[in-house]
């Protein structure tokens, strides 16, 4: 009979089933979704994209921001066209928070997610003592029952 040990050891050997790439506009987040393509396509994975628009304290949640709406949509949209290259699963999702970073970590939590690919530019992963909160990123790493796989990619990778 396996013991949890043995059992869990074995869901790690095996990879993962659900991935969770939070999606912006920017290289790093386009090629961190790249990556757990690449990922969930050896395993049968599926892919949760998830896009966040941050809502300022100031409005409530439901405020119209359609300009925010649009380039989210098109990002999930991205998204999907290159899960489909890769012959993967891909469910886009959009959600509205007060800060990306506690999102992410919710939509991990609730979506039973085994990995978290976030990309990153390494300046963003420096911590200095002028931070006086930390970022998405940092909220991510602290706050994440599952694993954490960062992208970084220089400033001159990333240009």
Do not use: N
């Amino acid at each position: 009979m396996a013991t949890r040990a043995s059992a869990r050891r074995f869901r790690v050997a095996r990879g993962y089933r659900r991935l969770l790439v939070p999606l912006d506009a920017s290289p790093e987040s386009l090629q961190a979704f790249e990556i757990a393509c690449r990922l969930a396509a050896d395993r049968r994975a599926s892919v949760i994209a998830l896009t966040v628009i941050e809502v300022p304290p100031s409005l409530p949640l439901d405020a119209h921001m359609a300009d925010d709406e649009e380039e989210a949509r098109r990002l999930l949209e991205r998204a999907g066209a290159t899960g489909d290259a890769y012959g993967v699963r891909v469910v886009q999702t959009l959600v509205r928070a007060r800060d990306a970073g506690t999102a992410i970590v919710e939509a991990a939590s609730s979506g039973r997610v085994e990995l978290i690919v976030i990309g990153a530019r390494r300046t963003q992963l420096d911590v200095s003592p002028k931070r006086i909160a930390p970022d998405a990123i940092l909220r991510v790493l602290h706050g994440a029952r599952s694993r954490v796989l960062v992208v970084a990619a220089s400033e001159a990778e990333a240009a």
